[in-house]
């Protein structure tokens, strides 16, 4: 079975600490890498920033990955990545980090997610009868994970909320044994070189899949976009707006409206950083064809390749409707915008 996508990514601009990646072709293979990446702490952006712009290269060029043994390149490459961050002269990554979730599209379906911390992806399954519900893969490496607390606790950790006035506030976080620092509320990340003294790692937990034909969808996302919608709220907002027509970019656009609405309600004005990959997939030849447009208006749709992936004349990557929703243009310009990104190359922007 040949795997067809269409895949676009939306994020609300502004003092943000997401990054995104979508990378078609890694290391000349005929593969697509979408990730996402949710930056914390003072140096939170430069955290995420960085491992999107080192990752998909260490992963093209080792060893591992070019035997195919793609499961252990990404377990090893993300514990490496994460000790030249720890290591950067320039990023103090003390108490700063970042969440990072990786989805590998291979040929005939084949689907690797690796991730830390608590950015997700899911796929939206349609069902004979026509229900759609969301299939995790990826987990959050939370404190009320107990898996994850235990190995905290091993550790020397301690898992509480924050207390004011004696009274608990907010969700579990990590903190040292004898000290209120760190504070981080997940239990997996890159950076957080305090937080790794008492059990946080980088260590990815992996997921395989082979996609069939009632895999409709696939969601990469920060928390900013689940905080008040369940996985399958966010993939049945997808599909209504898939049957509507829409393509995959005004999908995005929506799922990210959608969010910030909610911010906005429950919040009293305060909305976490939202960033969305959404990915429609085909089970099925399409023809090839090649059509690009663009506008420098970034809140339109801005771009449109389809392409030939290398090596696999029924496996097309179609670029539709690559599209960046804005409410602040100005502070932001065009930044982020592809016209049509060459195969094996990668494209990173902050969300």
Not at 62 to 82: I, T
Not at 254 to 260: E, W
Not at 277 to 297: E, K, N, Q, W, Y
Not at 305 to 322: K, L, N, Y
């Amino acid at each position: 079975m040949s795997t067809l996508y269409e895949r676009s990514w939306c994020y609300i601009p502004g003092v943000s600490q997401d990054t995104w990646v979508i990378h078609e072709g890694l290391g000349g293979g005929s593969n697509a890498l979408f990730a996402v990446f949710d930056g914390h702490g003072v140096e939170g952006e430069k955290c995420s920033r960085h491992v999107a712009g080192q990752l998909p290269s260490m992963l093209a060029h080792c060893a591992k990955y070019k035997a195919q043994r793609f499961s252990e390149a990404f377990q090893e490459q993300f514990v490496l990545c994460n000790q030249g961050l720890q290591s950067h002269k320039s990023i103090n990554c003390s108490m700063s980090g970042s969440t990072g979730v990786v989805a590998f599209l291979q040929d005939e379906g084949q689907l690797l997610v690796a991730g830390v911390g608590d950015s997700r992806c899911m796929l939206g399954r349609v069902l004979p009868g026509g229900a759609v519900r969301a299939v995790a893969l990826s987990t959050d490496h939370v404190p009320t994970n107990p898996g994850e607390a235990a190995r905290v606790r091993l550790n020397g950790g301690r898992l509480e909320p924050y207390r004011i006035g004696g009274e608990e506030m907010g969700p579990c976080r990590v903190w040292l044994a004898d000290a209120d620092t760190p504070g981080l509320s997940m239990t997996r990340a890159f950076g957080d070189v305090v937080a790794s003294t008492v059990g946080i790692i980088a260590q990815p937990e992996i997921m395989q899949v082979v996609l069939d034909a009632e895999d409709r969808y696939m969601v990469l996302c920060s928390d900013g976009i689940y905080e008040f919608m369940s996985n399958d709220d966010i993939v049945n907002l997808v599909h209504a707006q898939a049957e509507q027509g829409a393509l995959a970019g005004q999908i995005a656009q929506h799922l990210v409206k959608t969010a910030r609405a909610q911010w906005l309600a429950e919040e009293d004005g305060g909305i976490d950083d939202c960033t969305a990959i959404v990915c429609i997939l085909h089970h099925r030849p399409m023809p090839l064809h090649h059509t690009s447009s663009g506008s420098a208006d970034v809140t339109k749709t801005v771009g449109a390749i389809s392409r030939r992936m290398s090596g696999t004349p029924e496996v097309m990557a179609a670029q539709e409707a690559i599209a960046i929703y804005a409410d602040a243009t100005a502070r932001r310009g065009a930044r982020g915008t592809i016209m049509g990104m060459p195969a094996g190359k990668s494209c990173c922007s902050a969300g």
